[in-house]
Nanobody, 123 residues
Framework: QVQLVESGGGLVQAGGSLRLSCAPS????????MGWFRQAPGKVREFVAA????????VYADSVKGRFAISRDNAKNTVYLQMNSLKPEDTAVYYC????????????????WGQGTQVTVSS
């Protein structure tokens, strides 16, 4: 069983930045594509960003393109989500998820999920 632990959430003013981290407890981290999803109060969970097993391919939701960047360090078994120019509408619980090899935008493709970390952006 793979466990994912997110960290780095918090409260930030609009225009600020945060960096989320996710560290899966798995030996073969480099086999897994990683995704970030988020769920705002009263809304369905939505895709944010994904990165392939090698880091060579990334995909973003239109709402975060140009502001967020996903990256990974396979030597540290960690995936990151750098969030810049944050907006109040980015407020949500952010979830890290893992699936083998290629990242997708569909949450149903992901096998393992973290518990989530709260990001709150004040106006």
């Amino acid at each position: 069983q793979v466990q994912l632990v997110e960290s780095g959430g918090g409260l930030v003013q609009a225009g600020g930045s945060l960096r989320l981290s996710c560290a899966p407890s798995v030996r073969t981290f480099s086999r897994y594509a990683m995704g970030w999803f988020r769920q705002a109060p009263g809304k369905v969970r939505e895709f944010v960003a994904a990165i392939s097993w090698s880091g060579g391919s990334t995909v973003y939701a239109d709402s975060v393109k140009g502001r967020f960047a996903i990256s990974r360090d396979n030597a540290k078994n960690t995936v990151y989500l750098q969030m810049n120019s944050l907006k109040p509408e980015d407020t949500a619980v952010y979830y890290c998820a893992a699936k083998e090899w290629i990242g997708t935008t569909n949450e149903n493709d992901y096998t393992f999920w973290g518990q989530g970390t709260q990001v709150t952006v004040s106006s």
